[in-house]
């Protein structure tokens, strides 16, 4: 499914009676939905930009244990491309999250309240509003659970999100390749500034089904369940699939890259200069490690054209 702004919004209202079990306090007395109910309650940021027309895209990753990343030193190469990306890569080397589940650093990141006042019903705004009061078309593409984006009142100018509805309650989304397409159009798009953002589901469990075939560098052995995972035998298996998940991502961070560095959009003046910039924000350690890490990855890709 690709739902536009409208059309989201509009499952979204169909959906309030599950939104309303998991975000308390969501709709006012005359039973308005969450999305609506965002919309009355934002305030302006007094966001402006100058300068030439430029591309900001934003990954927010998922599950993504910096110590089973390469670049950051694992012996394992699991991540090829972002180690050869050199000095054109910022890795930040002491980036902490602020929580260790989806539903809760996401709305940190994208609002900026800290976790020991953590509120959803005192959100007024998000980055994504940020971006467009200060003049940038926004998409937001998301392959992930929309109510996480939703719950903290992510409205973009194109709202992407491309699985059925029903693998978010079967828990089966497909492979993040699933947002290319939409990133390509997104990036086709020509005469103004422009803020991107991708939500992914990374290297959530369960791991086996976060990456092809043809990536299965470590071998898993069988089918990785809840069930057999728990098995002492499996430890090393379950490790070994987490490892290809990674590769994945690695794969994934790479069709982003290059197509950013594949823009050429024109700058308002001959002196002014022309930017694509890509930051991927890892946002959870996987669930076999949570109680011990929540260091994330935290990259910053700037090019320039």
């Given at each position: 499914?690709?739902?536009?702004?409208?059309?989201?919004?509009?499952?979204?209202?169909?959906?309030?009676?599950?939104?309303?079990?998991?975000?308390?306090?969501?709709?006012?007395?005359?039973?308005?939905?969450?999305?609506?109910?965002?919309?009355?309650?934002?305030?302006?940021?007094?966001?402006?930009?100058?300068?030439?027309?430029?591309?900001?895209?934003?990954?927010?990753?998922?599950?993504?244990?910096?110590?089973?990343?390469?670049?950051?030193?694992?012996?394992?190469?699991?991540?090829?491309?972002?180690?050869?990306?050199?000095?054109?890569?910022?890795?930040?080397?002491?980036?902490?999250?602020?929580?260790?589940?989806?539903?809760?650093?996401?709305?940190?990141?994208?609002?900026?309240?800290?976790?020991?006042?953590?509120?959803?019903?005192?959100?007024?705004?998000?980055?994504?509003?940020?971006?467009?009061?200060?003049?940038?078309?926004?998409?937001?593409?998301?392959?992930?659970?929309?109510?996480?984006?939703?719950a903290v009142g992510v409205h973009?100018?194109?709202?992407?999100?491309?699985?059925?509805?029903?693998?978010?309650?079967?828990?089966?989304?497909?492979?993040?390749?699933?947002?290319?397409?939409?990133?390509?159009?997104?990036?086709?798009?020509?005469?103004?500034?422009?803020?991107?953002?991708?939500?992914?589901?990374?290297?959530?469990?369960?791991?086996?089904?976060?990456?092809?075939?043809?990536?299965?560098?470590?071998?898993?052995?069988?089918?990785?369940?809840?069930?057999?995972?728990?098995?002492?035998?499996?430890?090393?298996?379950?490790?070994?699939?987490?490892?290809?998940?990674?590769?994945?991502?690695?794969?994934?961070?790479?069709?982003?890259?290059?197509?950013?560095?594949?823009?050429?959009?024109?700058?308002?003046?001959?002196?002014?200069?022309?930017?694509?910039r890509t930051c991927l924000r890892?946002?959870?350690?996987?669930?076999?490690?949570?109680?011990?890490?929540?260091?994330?990855?935290?990259?910053?890709?700037?090019?320039?054209?």
């Open positions: 499914m690709r739902a536009q702004p409208g059309g989201i919004h509009r499952w979204h209202r169909r959906q309030s009676a599950h939104w309303h079990r998991h975000v308390p306090g969501r709709a006012d007395a005359h039973g308005r939905g969450a999305s609506e109910w965002h919309r009355a309650s934002k305030a302006p940021y007094g966001a402006s930009r100058t300068g030439p027309e430029e591309v900001h895209i934003l990954i927010i990753g998922e599950s993504a244990r910096r110590a089973s990343w390469s670049v950051y030193g694992y012996e394992r190469k699991t991540t090829p491309f972002l180690e050869q990306l050199g000095g054109e890569a910022v890795f930040f080397q002491h980036a902490v999250a602020d929580a260790n589940y989806t539903a809760r650093v996401v709305p940190i990141l994208l609002t900026g309240m800290s976790p020991d006042r953590f509120d959803m019903a005192s959100v007024r705004g998000n980055l994504v509003d940020l971006a467009r009061e200060a003049g940038y078309s926004t998409a937001w593409l998301m392959n992930q659970d929309p109510h996480i984006s939703l973009a100018d194109q709202m992407h999100y491309p699985p059925p509805i029903s693998s978010v309650m079967s828990g089966h989304l497909p492979r993040d390749e699933v947002l290319l397409p939409d990133l390509q159009r997104a990036l086709e798009r020509r005469g103004a500034a422009q803020f991107i953002g991708l939500h992914v589901i990374g290297s959530h469990w369960e791991y086996l089904s976060r990456y092809p075939p043809s990536f299965e560098r470590y071998d898993v052995g069988h089918d990785l369940g809840f069930m057999s995972a728990s098995s002492p035998r499996s430890g090393q298996h379950v490790v070994n699939s987490y490892d290809n998940s990674v590769i994945y991502t690695d794969w994934f961070l790479q069709q982003v890259i290059e197509r950013a560095r594949k823009l050429s959009v024109r700058p308002p003046s001959p002196s002014s200069p022309t930017m694509a890892s946002t959870a350690t996987p669930a076999t490690d949570r109680p011990r890490s929540r260091r994330t990855n935290s990259i910053s890709l700037p090019s320039s054209g």
